[in-house]
Nanobody, 119 residues
Framework: QVQLVESGGGLVQAGGSLRISCAAS????????MGWFRQAPGKEREFVAT????????YYADSVKGRFTISRDNAKNTVYLQMNSLTPEDTAVYYC????????????WGQGTQVTVSS
């Protein structure tokens, strides 16, 4: 079955950077769009970024545009999220997800990795 395993979360100071990763198995990774979502305490899960398969087009939430970069390595079945200029508002559990279409629906989800940004 499909497994998505996030890693790389942690505690970082405001203004700092962090790269989180998501290793996928059980699917033909190169034919799936991949996405990052996040959920802060007391809030609903929200879209962060997605990357298409094939042309690798990327899409970002306005709140992270210019600060975050999504990328993928099909040889490693891994998707990354490089996060720069982090603020406390970026504190959340970050989830990766897989979909056959960049706009979703995202049917497979990882367990999440915690990112905490201190002020």
């Amino acid at each position: 079955q499909v497994q998505l395993v996030e890693s790389g979360g942690g505690l970082v100071q405001a203004g700092g950077s962090l790269r989180i990763s998501c290793a996928a198995s059980g699917l033909t990774f190169s034919t799936y769009a991949m996405g990052w979502f996040r959920q802060a305490p007391g809030k609903e899960r929200e879209f962060v970024a997605t990357i298409a398969w094939g042309d690798n087009n990327t899409y970002y939430a306005d709140s992270v545009k210019g600060r975050f970069t999504i990328s993928r390595d099909n040889a490693k079945n891994t998707v990354y999220l490089q996060m720069n200029s982090l603020t406390p508002e970026d504190t959340a559990v970050y989830y990766c997800a897989a979909s056959k279409a960049v706009a979703g629906p995202f049917a497979a989800w990882g367990q999440g990795t915690q990112v905490t940004v201190s002020s």
